[in-house]
DNA sequence: GGCCGCTAAATGAATAATCATTCAGATTTT
DNA sequence: AAAATCTGAATGATTATTCATTTAGCGGCC
């Protein structure tokens, strides 16, 4: 067998494990286990536990942000790609709930070096949003009282907050579009009537 | 010593050791050296490490939505309701950091536990805006086609994401009530220009 | 084709370190 | 001098990691 099938069977065998139990749960033998290698092959491919979460995260992560910024290039108008962006988020989240799920979990976890990874890796996907609110500045189509900097946390969070909502139920609650829209919605319009 | 000491002690110690290591990397001995206790007294007061995680949550962040009622209530109108939730919630992040910070990243822990109690802690805290949002659009303040299930996470979303910033950086790199002000201005009037 | 020798890859039992928890005894309080 | 409280060393369970051994793959040779 190619060492490389081996490397992505035990990736995504501790996604698998991750997401149900939980980074500091997980035992590396469950992985092994899933993954229907032995104990002792995950640490010819990987340094260590923490160093398989870290792969799980440059890995898929990557793929996923490449894939938002080109959906995102293809719209014209501002007001659309903060549409786009947001469907393409919450779509995400449900087509792979397994890593939106370790993203929600063990992306927030307190340790030095998730921390630092969290900064790096989330502020390239979250200033996509930013760049997208200073074009519709500079367009007058958005408001230029509002920072960016703060806009972007924000759209980011409410969208990451309905994702968290998806993972902790076992069903959706809402339906994906439509919550998309009501988001950028609410952020383009505001909830004042009229 | 009474007895109540120790107990607040502890908690106290735990809050700062969890806020720094994280609630699986965190000892008890590193607890019972902060409180100054030894380890064996911390059983004495908690069932075990996982019953004092609880415990923290229990006994701070009730009081902290007892709070955040209170507040809300003595404002007549939704929109300035919405506005002193955000200030509240951002106040409390900055004031208490540690705590704020235990909330970012232990309350999102996959053990099964916390994620039952974050549904029912969680569900208290934000059902304040829900309700706020339905007040707003029975008195036709707010739009009647936005859900208030969704708005309510939508809003917190954004509260939490900045409460992140906080928590990450050294430096709050936003004034607090500034941002308060900036996020309730985008889900009331949206950052459509006019 | 079949055999041999070699290397890389894989195995999983054994190791070693870590810590939550306990409890027999010390200390303090009443 | 009981009772209540506290102590911290010892225990025991858990598991990440290691490594001596086995297995599989491959090229050269008859």
Redesign the pocket.
């Known amino acids: ?1 190619k ?1 490389s ?2 490397h992505e069977k035990i990736i995504r065998a501790a996604v698998k494990v991750f997401a149900k139990k939980g980074f500091f ?6 992985i092994a286990k899933v993954a ?10 990987f340094n ?3 160093d398989i979460l870290i792969s799980v995260f440059d890995e898929e992560i990557g793929k996923f942000i490449a894939q938002t910024k080109k959906l995102v290039d293809q719209e014209e108008n501002p007001r659309k790609k903060l549409e786009v962006f947001a469907l393409k988020h919450l779509s995400m989240a449900k087509e792979n709930k397994s890593l939106a799920e370790i993203i929600q979990m063990e992306l927030r976890q307190s340790h030095k070096l998730i921390k630092e990874y969290r900064k790096t890796i989330f502020s390239e996907y979250v200033d996509i949003i930013s760049a997208i609110i200073r074009q519709g500045q500079e367009k007058n189509i958005f408001r230029k009282d509002i920072k960016p900097g703060i806009a972007k946390r924000a759209y980011f969070g409410a969208l990451d907050e309905m994702t968290r909502l998806w993972v902790l139920s076992p069903k959706p609650p809402y339906d994906i579009k439509e919550t998309a829209k009501q988001i950028s919605s609410m952020f383009l319009q505001g909830i004042n009537a009229e």
């Open positions: 067998m060492s099938d081996k749960s997980a035992r590396i033998s469950d229907k290698v032995a104990d002792g092959t995950i640490y010819l491919y260590n536990k923490f």
